[in-house]
């Protein structure tokens, strides 16, 4: 049973992987051997490293990498430090109608993403930051759902820590700095690694807010070459390849932390 149970995770887990391995296999081709039939994943004697180093040289990765880790750095700092700000005070501190509150924040998850795409355009128009980098950050800035699993992380906190942190004469947010902070360093790696992904992965925000092409994104980016190149799907998979080794090296770096935090009680509440 065990066996059989085995071999049902590696099959789905191929089934999964295949397109990455398909598109790895693709950059590494001529343009002549994409569609060859029978296939063949990698003609060992005729690799073509040439679409890597086409791609680097002829295309703005570089400036499209720049724009997405700007943005992301930028967005998921700020994302963190209100996430656990807010899940403190409504997990934590219990404020006046914080339940209220926090409520009418969790309405706001029932909107879809793309009915505020419009106010937000008209509301940067008039700040004149369209067409800026800011007019991708500052919508990721706040994000309920992060200060939601930041609250039910702080709900099962240990209140006598911070009472004893109150003794020695701290404050409010002395005690959230020194103690609560430092606590929740492994939700606060998983709500990263989250946030990562998801704004790394953003295409219509930066399509609407971008004119300037020395702006664009990776995603950006990837839709402006395809269409540039359409027919030569050998460099446009090296392309791909490239956009992706971010988004992979970040994964397995703190891939042990995001494993941690999913399997604790803090982040289950």
């Not at 930051?129 to 200060?147: E, F, K, M, Q």
């Not at 004893?164 to 609560?180: D, K, T």
């Not at 090296?238 to 992706?244: D, E, N, P």
């Amino acid at each position: 049973m065990k066996l059989l149970r085995s071999c049902l995770f590696v099959l789905v887990g191929l089934l999964f992987v295949t397109p990455l391995l398909w598109m790895i296999s693709t950059s590494l081709k001529f343009e002549a051997q994409v569609f060859e039939k029978p296939f063949v994943f990698v003609h060992w004697d005729h690799i073509n490293f040439n679409n890597y180093l086409s791609v680097w040289q002829d295309s703005p990765l570089k400036t499209w990498f720049f724009n997405s880790i700007f943005v992301v750095v930028v967005s998921v700092v700020f994302r963190l430090v209100l996430a656990s700000l807010g899940g403190y005070a409504f997990g934590f501190l219990k404020f006046r109608y914080s339940n209220v509150i926090f409520f009418l924040f969790l309405m706001t998850l029932f909107v879809p993403y793309q009915l505020t795409l419009l106010p937000q355009f008209i509301a940067f128009r008039f700040m004149n930051l369209v067409d800026t980098r800011w007019a991708l950050i500052i919508p990721n800035i706040l994000d309920i759902l992060s200060i939601f699993l930041m609250r039910q992380f702080f709900l099962s906190f240990p209140r006598e820590l911070i009472s004893a942190a109150y003794m020695e004469g701290s404050g409010i947010m002395r005690s959230f700095m020194r103690v609560a902070l430092p606590l929740a360093r492994v939700p606060l790696i998983t709500l990263g690694l989250l946030s990562f992904f998801m704004i790394w992965d953003q295409f219509y925000q930066p399509l609407i807010f971008l004119n300037s092409k020395e702006l664009y994104t990776i995603p950006l980016g990837l839709q402006s070459f395809q269409t540039q190149f359409g027919k030569e799907y050998a460099r446009q998979m090296a392309l791909a390849c490239l956009a992706v080794m971010p988004v992979l090296t970040v994964f397995l770096i703190l891939q042990k932390q995001f494993v941690e935090s999913i399997t604790s009680s803090g982040i289950k509440g």
